[in-house]
Structures are given as C-alpha cells and as structure tokens.
C-alpha cells in the first residue's frame, strides 16, 4: 500500500508534503525514471517555490537533467512532455484544493499520470535507500524554458478550424482563471482566437482570494452573473492547475463537468465522421453519467470504463488508443494534444463549436441525467470491504447486472439508473454515487443503498 501516493501523485499540506520529503520523492522519482531529462513545473501557490527548489535539487542531485517550465498549467506542462522528449514530468500543484495544500503530479515520458500502484514502487525506491547521489561531476544540469505557453498556444491554434474561429471573431466569452494558472494562458489565446474577452480573477495569486479553486457551480457564482450582464455567448472557468474546465452557457446555466465531457465526445466523434476517422471507442471512469455513453452510441462508437482516476484512463489509453478519454468533474483528454486533461484545448473546441450553434442549443443534445452522492464514515480497510461486499452480495442474491471495475456498480434493468459503491483510497469513507432519470429516483437509490450497506 503506497503511503504518500493516492490516486494522482502525492498531496499534502505544506507540514506533510515538506520539503525534506519533497526532495526524497524528487530523488526516487529521478531514480525511477532512469535519470533521464525531467520537466519540472508547477501553479502559483504560495509554497510552490519553495518544493520546486526541493524537487530540482533532488532531481539533479541523482543525475537528471532538469528543464524548468516555471509557472504554467498541468496540461501546457503535460504538452512540452512529447515536445522535448524527457522521460518525465513533475508538476507542483495541489489542483483544486484550498491553498494551504500542495501536491507532486507525476507523469511518465508517454504522458501517463502515475498511478498509486506505480507511485509504490517509487517509494519502495525511498524507503529501501535505493539513492544514488551522483558523483559531484554528474549532477544534472538544470535549465530554464520559458515558451512553453507560446508552445501550447500554437499547437492548440494549429489543430482548431480556422474557418470555424473567424465566424465567432468578436463573441463575447468571460473567463474565470480563478487566481490559478489558468491566468497564464487563457486570456491570450483567446484574445488571439479573435475573441471579445472579459475576465475575472486573472491575476495569478497563490491565496486563491477571488474564489475557491474548484470551478463548483457555487464557487463560479461571479462568473455566472459576469455573463448574464455582459450579455456574453459564454463563460469558462477552470480550477487551480488547469486541467479541469466548467462553462456558463449564455442564459447563465452552469454546465457541469459530466456535461462538458458529454459535448467533447459529440464535437469530437462528429469531426471524426466528417473526415471518415474509425477508430471512435470512448474512456471514461465507471462514475460518469450515463449521458456520455448515450452521445456516444449515437455516434457508433463504444465506451471503455476504467477505475476512478487520470492515470488509469491515461494507461486504458495507451493499451488500446481511443478517440477521447475523460472523467466526470470536467476533464477531457484529448489524444490529439496529448495525454493530459487540457482544460484549454476543451475550452477552445467550445469555443469552435458556437461557430455553428450557440451552447444552450448544444447542450440541448445531452439527455439530462441526475446525480446524487453521499458517503459514510468506516474506519480501516475491513470495515470498508465489509460495506462494499454487501452491496455486492445484494447484486448476486437480486441478479442485478454489476461491475467490479473500481468497488462495485450496479446497472439497473431500467438501463438509465445505476448506483456506485466503493471505499475511499485515501479517507475514512465508502462513497454512494447514483445517477437517474429524475433527482428523486437518484436520490432514493443513494438511500436505499445505503441501507444495505450498513446491513
Ligand atoms: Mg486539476
């Protein structure tokens, strides 16, 4: 059982994740990757710095050679991956969690996120004092690059329709970057796509004071109004590092995260009809809404489930090649760019999209699903497992169709309800996530299972 990795690479507050452990990880990382040449980025948190040192130190002094990317986003740091051929990549940032929180995001030289299986054996690396300090004329090199957003930019620019984005020149979008990294890139590539922009919180400042880092529909209040005054075509906001993007569509709807992944597969399967491309199976984790799965079979194409988490959609990737992968809070990757979730790619093929129709109209192409979670507190892994094996024993004993892909989930032969049920990695829970035609069947479901959860 990995003890600093979870389901994304290692989080902590700044007492925990320090950074004498910091340089620890950074060493068993470098060691990991074979001492090759490693990306190091990170968002603008206020202890960012102070580990970026650490991991660079660490890094260099097992004999890596380090490419400093500075202050960007998790996808423009993801994209340079391929760009510069390094083995690896580190980025520090804690994604949408409060400030006082910071994390080491691990991806491997095919832009694979590291899982918490492969994050042990990383550890195993720390713990067995299996270092290796370099000899003192071996230490890495470490460098600056500086036009890794301009590189992103570009390669974003590059693949949209150019025909589409000169129809939309001058309409009015509002972008919430949320005092995150999101203030590196999104208004310059939107005001180079020729666009009305106006923004809010889009100055970088690691105390997020605007707003809090996940792009809830709570939390992007500001934004939802911005729109509606501005009269604008639509608002976009992301989270902390990037990867995840949220739209306002121009009546003021807020469009969550399940819905922007369900209009990436339509905008992205329709392309691929136009220009007669086959491969079209779709990955996602098995917590996401039926509505992806449904825009997807309009297409004829099927969807691949994996278990909760990047890195496990990542990995389904790249054992059998998809036409887009995402997960249900707004993170959509794209192959085309790269493995990453790209919160800006997603965001400018939404943009490219109003070409032909406005959002609203778009979305009106979803099927409307509800979803309701709930979790309750179990201490230790048995507990949990006791809870999880109820749940899977009332599937057997009632021949319900079920899974077993990330705890359990169990389809209902209505086939548009189901529930999920599987114990937390890293908390003292086991979560109850159901999704229905209705809020209150969805509802009903979250509590008649957990009923039989707790026995
Ligand atoms: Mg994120």
């Known amino acids: 059982m990995a003890k600093f990795f979870g389901t994304n690479g290692v989080r902590g507050k700044f007492n925990e994740l320090d950074p004498t452990l910091t340089l620890k990880l950074a060493q068993a990382i470098g060691t990991y990757f074979k001492f090759g040449k490693i990306l190091v980025a990170g968002d603008c948190r206020l202890t960012g710095p102070t580990l970026n040192a650490a991991v660079i130190s660490g890094l260099s002094s097992v004999g890596c050679e380090v490419i400093d990317l500075g202050i960007v986003s998790a996808p423009t740091a993801e994209f340079m991956i391929e760009k510069t051929k390094a083995a690896g990549c580190i980025i520090i ?175 992205k399967l329709a392309a691929q009809k136009t220009n007669g491309e086959r491969n079209n199976d779709i990955i996602t984790t098995v917590a996401t809404s039926k509505a992806a799965e449904e825009v997807a079979k309009k297409y004829g194409a099927k969807t691949r489930f994996t278990a909760i988490g990047a890195p496990y959609l990542c990995e389904e990737f790249v054992k059998k090649p998809g036409a887009i992968a995402g997960e249900e809070v707004g993170g959509v990757i794209w192959p085309e760019m790269s493995l990453a979730k790209d919160g800006f790619y997603t965001a400018a093929k939404m943009v490219e999209a109003l070409s032909e129709k406005p959002l609203s109209k778009w979305l009106s192409e979803v099927p409307v699903y509800f979803n309701v979670k709930t979790k309750i507190e179990a201490f230790g892994d048995a507990k949990k497992q006791k809870i999880v094996a109820r749940v899977l024993n009332c599937a057997k004993k009632n021949k319900l169709k079920f899974n077993q892909i990330d705890g359990v989930r169990i389809d209902f032969p209505d086939t548009s309800s189901w529930v999920i049920v599987r114990a937390s990695g890293t908390e003292n829970y086991v979560r109850f996530f159901a999704e229905a035609k209705t809020e209150q069947k969805a509802k009903e479901l979250v509590e008649q299972y957990k009923k039989i959860a707790t026995g």
């Open 93 to 267: 940032t804690a994604s949408h969690n409060p400030p006082e929180w910071n994390a080491l995001k691990v991806v491997d030289g095919k832009g694979v996120a590291v899982s918490k299986e492969r994050g042990e054996e990383i550890e195993k690396l720390m713990l067995d004092s299996k270092i290796k300090l370099a000899e003192w004329n071996k230490v890495g090199k470490i460098s600056k690059y500086e036009l890794a957003v301009r590189d992103h930019i570009d390669a974003i620019k590059k693949v949209l329709s150019s025909e589409k984005i000169a129809k939309i020149k001058n309409n009015k979008i509002v972008l919430d970057c949320g005092n995150g990294a999101a203030c590196t890139i999104a208004p310059k590539l939107f005001n180079e796509l020729g666009l009305d922009v106006l923004t809010i919180n889009s100055h970088m400042d690691g105390r997020f004071p605007g707003r809090p880092s996940e792009p809830t529909e709570a939390n992007v209040k500001e934004l939802i109004a911005a729109v509606k005054t501005a009269k604008a075509d639509a608002g976009i906001a992301w989270d902390g590092d990037g990867d995840r993007v949220i739209f306002v569509d121009e009546t003021g709807n807020y469009v969550i995260g399940d819905k922007v992944f369900a209009l990436s597969i339509i905008w």
